[in-house]
């Protein structure tokens, strides 16, 4: 069924599919949303995409859509929606809206009544025969919000069922109850770093793929709609090629939350639709799971615009839902951390407008003053505008979000109106996420659980592949902010644990990437087996991306060997091996084609990643301070740039050397060079020693490190020497005496002519 099709079924024709009496139009499929955002994030507690009126504080354009009456009349008007703020009492009623019919706003003011969804009613109104006009007109900009509207010619109010797609919907809809039908040999559900990764891996080593996301963009939490940057080391540890993929799709953001344009939604979706073997679902919701035998046998998901259900099956099955969704519906064996959890973030900027701009005044908002809240410097909230700790992750994420959406709007109000006003009177909102990004919530269960003390020792499994270089990094609510509010404080802190190399990373073992107990289950992202503390260091998004990796790997494994992922583990793990020490970028059509490496492969990384910093191998002559012997208390920077390679080195311990041994590629006189960055804490008075290995010649050169060197990249002469061919030069950086720190970096020989 074609999109045209789908239009027409569920926007303009649903009279005519029933009966003339009842009329239902689901806002979602409004054929134009106008300004209100498409909002599909809390389905599976309230059953439903619904239309948001997001607007910051200034009422969005008309959302319209028109409908096709057989028999004019007079019709009862009902709109499920909410007053979003009733549940806390809260004063005023900022969800305010109205429906107009054919350019007539119908007396009733939508949004004011019931702290749950229910249908609230909008008295009797007049419908013509034929087309007729609706739309919804936003009266505040405040988060109004509208999942259906029902017309009838009966007294009677429609169902109140929060079930997805019950049977009444499904009826009015015009569903077809035998669903579409979509096979695949992989489908993966969650389009965020670890489902992209999944899917991606998966299709270039030959698996047919279902990348299934219930939103309009890929990327999760990082995303333009969440606008968390992309964190955990890639390309480095046991595997260096495990990341490379997720190097091709992740963020360049200067800051989290950054710009939409530096979230790059486009080159993700772009990146997918390239391969050939991978269908992309966009805003497509899985909500149930068919099993048999401890198996998944398909996954169902609808169309959050139109409705219509497709059917996936196949062997292969990939929960990247970050909720552990799939498997939670599978049976899957699963925990989720009673006390102490993390929470969901919504974050947000401002900016200074060029002349005074005013905010509405925001009643109903959390009651804050300036001193109740971390000021949002560099005109943004970040990632510790958190609540929800020990709420329900799943059931109430609504509640979560909007608790966090009246701290927000509660603190602008202190900006604006309150005891900050004096100081922000050209500020304005840019931009509130209305998407959460949740960290915590439920973990499936793997032969290995990982916990905090395997990472700690790091416990040596013979399947760990993902590197982890993230701190064990958990948050708790900050004291200092929960005094107001201590049932649901919304400024987080994060306590990062010790153990975790940052930069060659703990290999986290394939056993926590498959189900125990679902056989053709496979998990990527923080749903994975972990404990509460392990997922501490797992949680961020490159690190899940790379899961997805692995993932999408052992999958084609298990298509050409017919076997589980559990059998990857026991029979294939050198198959597994084998592929993850592939470059990202290789390929083949299906599972059982030749593997071929394209030209434009990455380099392969070193245990400890990439390099950052100038290549030394464009650079004739130079040896990098990692192949430099020190000797004393030396420290790692990256701080000043540029550099060679991973960054320099550094030291004030008087008994700290550190020596380069450079060789003559032919016989000639060579100006010797040594690489720095100046800093008004570096030495003054350094010592370099140039000699030859013969001792020949020596000779002494004292530098002062807080000046510019004399040419690029921090090149500075330490002397000129004359060298036969072959012949080898130590230059050896002394700290004793050099009234600052001295800053290795690399050294090189010059030929003169």
Not at 80 to 98: I, L, N, S
Not at 517 to 535: D, K, P, Q, W
Not at 618 to 627: A, C, Q, R, T
């Amino acid at each position: 069924m074609n999109k045209l099709l789908i239009t027409s079924l569920f926007v303009l024709t649903p009279a005519l599919l029933l009966k003339a009496d009842r009329i239902f139009i689901e806002t979602e499929s409004f054929s134009d949303h106008g300004g209100w955002k498409l909002d599909t994030q809390f389905i599976r507690e309230m059953g439903s995409p619904y239309l948001l009126a997001h607007g910051l504080g200034k009422p969005v354009k008309d959302a319209t859509t028109t409908i096709e009456v057989k028999e004019g009349g007079n019709y009862q008007l009902f709109a499920r929606t909410k007053d979003w703020v009733a549940r806390w009492g809260a004063k005023g009623q900022p969800g305010r809206f109205q429906i107009i019919i054919n350019g007539t706003p119908v007396k009733t003011t939508f949004g004011t009544k019931g702290a749950e969804w229910d249908w609230q009613g909008g008295g009797k109104i007049s419908l013509k025969r034929g087309k007729n006009t609706l739309a919804l007109r936003d009266l505040t900009g405040f988060n109004g919000r509208c999942d259906a509207i029902y017309l009838t010619t009966f007294k009677e109010v429609p169902p109140n069922d929060s079930g997805i797609l019950p049977d009444w919907r499904r009826e009015m809809l015009g569903i077809s109850e035998k669903p579409l039908e979509k096979k695949y040999d992989l489908v993966v559900v969650g389009g965020g770093y670890s489902g992209l990764g999944a899917a991606i891996s998966g299709a270039r080593m030959g698996c047919r793929v279902a990348l299934i996301q219930n939103r309009a963009v890929l990327g999760g939490n990082g995303s333009s709609e969440v606008r968390v940057w992309a964190m955990g080391k890639i390309r480095r540890g046991k595997y260096p090629r495990i990341g490379e993929i997720i190097e091709e799709i992740s963020d360049k953001a200067t800051k989290s939350p950054g710009t939409y344009e530096e979230f790059e939604d486009a080159k993700k979706e772009r990146i997918v639709r390239a391969e050939e073997n991978i269908d992309l679902f966009l805003n497509h919701h899985a909500f149930k799971v068919e099993t048999a035998e401890n198996r998944i046998k398909a996954v169902h998901a609808f169309d959050v615009r139109y409705g219509q259900i497709t059917r996936f099956s196949g062997p292969l099955f990939v929960d990247a839902t970050g909720h552990g969704t799939i498997g939670f519906l599978a049976g899957a064996d699963h925990e989720m951390t009673p006390k102490g959890r993390m929470g969901m973030s919504n974050m947000w900027a401002w900016a200074n407008a060029p002349t005074e701009a005013s905010y509405p005044k925001t009643p109903w908002a959390l009651d804050l003053n300036m001193a109740d809240f971390p000021y949002p410097r560099n005109f943004h909230g970040q990632w510790f505008w958190e609540s929800g700790y020990d709420k329900d992750p799943l059931g109430d994420a609504e509640g979560i979000r909007d608790w966090n959406l009246r701290a927000v709007f509660g603190a602008f109000n202190a900006m604006k109106n309150r005891d900050g006003a004096d100081k922000h009177k050209n500020a304005i909102l840019t931009w509130v996420a209305f998407i959460g990004g949740p960290r915590e919530s439920r973990r499936l269960l793997g032969d290995v659980v990982l916990t905090e003390e395997d990472v700690v020792a790091k416990k040596d499994f013979i399947d760990g592949t993902v590197p982890s270089t993230w701190s064990i990094d958990l948050h708790y609510p900050k004291a200092q902010y929960a005094k107001k509010f201590p049932d649901n404080p919304f400024i987080s802190y994060a306590v990062h644990g010790k153990g975790v190399d940052r930069s060659y990373g703990y290999p986290v073992p394939y056993r926590c990437f498959y189900s125990r107990n679902i056989e053709n289950l496979f998990m990527a992202g923080r749903c994975i087996s972990v404990t509460h503390e392990a997922l501490g260091t797992v949680r961020v998004m490159k690190t899940c991306g790379m899961m997805g990796e692995v993932v999408g790997r052992a999958a084609s494994i298990c298509i050409k060997r017919d076997c589980l992922p559990r059998d990857v583990y026991k029979s294939y793990l050198d198959d597994l091996i084998e592929l993850i020490n592939l470059p990202g970028k290789a390929r083949r059509a299906n599972v059982h084609d030749k593997i071929t490496i394209p030209s434009d492969a990455m380099e392969l990384a070193g245990p400890h990643g990439a390099p950052n910093g100038l290549d030394p191998k464009k650079f004739p002559g130079v040896v990098d301070d990692g192949k430099a012997l020190f000797k004393g208390k030396w420290n790692k920077g990256q701080g000043l740039k540029p550099y060679f390679s991973y960054g320099y080195q550094y030291s004030s311990d008087p008994e700290s050397t550190a020596t380069f041994t450079l060789e003559a590629p032919k016989a000639g006189r060579y100006d010797t060079r040594i690489a720095y960055q100046p800093h008004p804490n570096r030495g003054k008075s350094v010592s370099v020693e140039v000699r030859t290995g013969d001792q020949t010649t020596k000779m002494i050169t004292v530098v002062n490190m807080t000046q510019k060197p004399s040419y690029e990249n921090g090149f500075h002469s330490v002397g000129r020497i004359t060298l036969r061919k072959g012949q080898k030069v130590l230059v050896e950086l002394s700290a004793k005496g050099s009234k600052g720190n001295v800053h290795v970096d690399a050294a090189r020989l010059v030929p003169v002519d």
